[in-house]
């Protein structure tokens, strides 16, 4: 197993003082992907893993790096409804409004997977919902296919 195998085997298995070594031993692992192009923070952060989070933020990592999908940090933990996560990476300046291949937005994802306080956050942060995904929809008309009344009322104008 390579270094940069290694490094995202610890991330997946939380092993802070491992992804620690590595990253001292090899800073530009920041900048790696897996074989699902995911980067280190994409990775830490879907599977919830807020020391190793708190350390690549620490080192600089990009915030708004997207995976093989297009998917940034951010919309992985409004998918994922990892509240802690969410509010360090609006907190650090990550863009709240920025998009995927498929023209999706963390709101987008917060509605369309019922994460009332994420939206919250998003929507405290400038988070634009008006913007439509590219089937035509907003984060209101996920929510409303949801059926979650609490977003509807925080997302209607």
Request: proline letters at 3%; a negative charge.
């Amino acid at each position: 197993m390579n270094i940069t195998e290694s490094f995202f085997g610890a991330i997946r298995d939380g092993n802070f003082s491992k992804v620690k070594e590595l990253l001292m031993e090899s800073p530009d692992l920041l900048n790696t992907r897996d074989q699902r192009g995911s980067s280190p923070l994409i990775l830490a952060t879907y599977y919830n893993q807020e020391e190793i989070v708190d350390l690549l933020l620490e080192h600089g990592t990009a915030l708004d790096d997207k995976d093989a999908s297009g998917n940034t940090a951010l919309m992985g933990v409004c998918f994922k409804g990892f509240n802690g996560i969410a509010k360090k990476l609006v907190d650090k300046g990550a863009n709240v409004n920025e998009r995927n291949a498929m023209g999706s937005t963390a709101l987008i994802y917060a509605a369309t997977f019922n994460r009332l306080e994420i939206a919250k956050l998003l929507i405290a942060n400038k988070a634009d919902s008006s913007v439509k995904d590219q089937r035509g929809n907003t984060a209101l008309d996920h929510a409303k296919l949801q059926g979650a009344p609490e977003l509807i009322d925080l997302l209607e104008p």
